[in-house]
């Protein structure tokens, strides 16, 4: 089948704007972290309502930075959601801590209050808390619940979104970050944002730049770290992404409700269910009745770009090596197997998800 008959998972909205902006930071011969950054931190903190912001190299990084900022290390724990990609458990095992499991809601995707505070104990140096595929989590609640235990929000898949209490996403937490992979609607290529209060944030700078407490010669660097720096050259991307980013929520918010009533039609299937306001549909996210692999490999044999939602940390080895075993997580160990991800992307056609559910009501009969 050729590319063009082939309905990618995702596809990002680049183009002239964005090639204009860097070939901008080329020509000044200043391609390293610097004004472009600096510009991009305080357009990201405007359009979060003001909070203070540092930009890093990716979304994986913003969790590392954020998590070194609340001194998490040895004999520590750290609660995160079970159904996720890794980032936040793996900076935990870096920074010499354990990683703890809460299992997650099997409509939602996401830890929920009951949950989070049931592996929370006197070890426990801070909780991640995520809004998964741009669904809001019950973060107020969550933070009621675990009784002022420190909380990194992690809302990569939900800048411009809000949680229930109508905050904007990744502003609750201690701290909070940003992802802007190709799969976000807003990307550098790669990049990350922390947001959040003024001690802690002190900290993700000195850290994200060699542990560096002052300039010039001398005893300037106090602290350890490494670079985490975010390059000119991707934050100008990302000024020009985060322009965009009012139009691709309505858009993706479109396609997703458009999804959501076609599969209504389809028996033996769900879309990942939470609060529609504030939600900004990242991903489209499906659940079966059975094993998704099969299926998942129907549809891209037929040529629909579908992918793995997310994985079940309970199963990986890393987490059996370093994390609590006893945290048991039935409803992510489900999700994992029974979870898709659809093609999303502001550039898909009102056509091509007709195209995408009519091949998974097949590939289901099949």
């Keep these: 089948m050729s590319e063009k008959q082939f309905v990618p998972l995702a596809r990002p909205a680049v183009g002239s704007d964005e090639i204009d902006a860097l070939a901008r930071v080329i020509q000044s011969r200043h391609v390293a972290a610097g004004s472009e950054s ?15 912001t540092l930009a890093v190299s990716s979304g994986g990084a913003a969790l590392f930075c954020a998590l070194a900022a609340m001194d998490v290390g040895p004999g520590d724990e750290v609660v995160v959601p079970a159904f996720t990609f890794p980032a936040a458990a793996q900076a935990v095992v870096l920074l010499g801590a354990t990683p703890v499991a809460a299992d997650v809601d099997m409509i939602t995707m996401a830890s929920t209050p ?19 595929f741009g669904v809001s989590a019950d973060i ?6 675990v009784g002022g235990i420190p909380i990194i929000e992690d809302a990569a898949c939900s ?27 807003v990307t550098a290529g790669e990049g990350g944002v922390v947001t959040g209060r003024p001690e802690q944030m002190n900290k993700v700078r000195v850290f994200r730049d060699y542990g560096r407490t002052g300039s010039g010669p001398g005893d300037i660097f106090t602290e350890v770290g490494l670079n985490f720096r975010l390059s000119d050259l991707l934050a ?31 028996p033996g299937v769900y879309v990942q269910g939470g609060p529609l306001a504030g939600r ?36 990986q080895t890393f987490y059996k090596r370093f994390g609590a075993s006893w945290a048991k997580c039935p409803n992510s160990e489900r999700l994992a197997r029974t979870t898709l991800a659809m093609p999303l992307f502001s550039e898909l056609s009102e056509s091509d998800v007709e195209m995408a559910v ?9």
């Excluded at 107020?140 to 619940?145: K, M, Q």
């Excluded at 229930?164 to 940003?178: C, D």
């Design 280 to 315: 900004v549909w990242q991903s489209l996210i499906v659940v079966l009745e059975g094993d998704a692999a099969p299926i998942r490999q129907r549809l891209i044999d037929g040529g629909i770009g579908v992918g793995l939602a997310a994985h079940a940390l309970t199963e």
């Design 236 to 266: 100008s991307v990302g000024r020009v992404q985060l322009k965009k980013l009012g139009d691709a929520i309505q858009r993706h918010a479109h396609l997703g409700q458009l999804y959501t009533r076609l599969l209504a039609d389809v």
């Design 140 to 145: 107020e609640l969550i933070a009621d619940a």
């Design 358 to 366: 009519t091949a998974l009501s097949k590939a289901l009969g099949g």
């Design 38 to 52: 600096a510009a991009f931190e305080r357009e990201v903190s405007e359009y979060i309502g003001g909070a203070p």
């Design 159 to 185: 800048l411009g979104g809000f949680t229930p209490k109508g905050n904007p996403s990744g502003t609750v937490g201690t701290l909070g970050i940003y992802s802007f992979h190709p799969r976000k609607l």
């Design 114 to 132: 009951e949950m989070t505070a049931r592996v929370c104990n006197s070890k426990t140096k801070a909780v991640v808390v995520i809004h998964p």
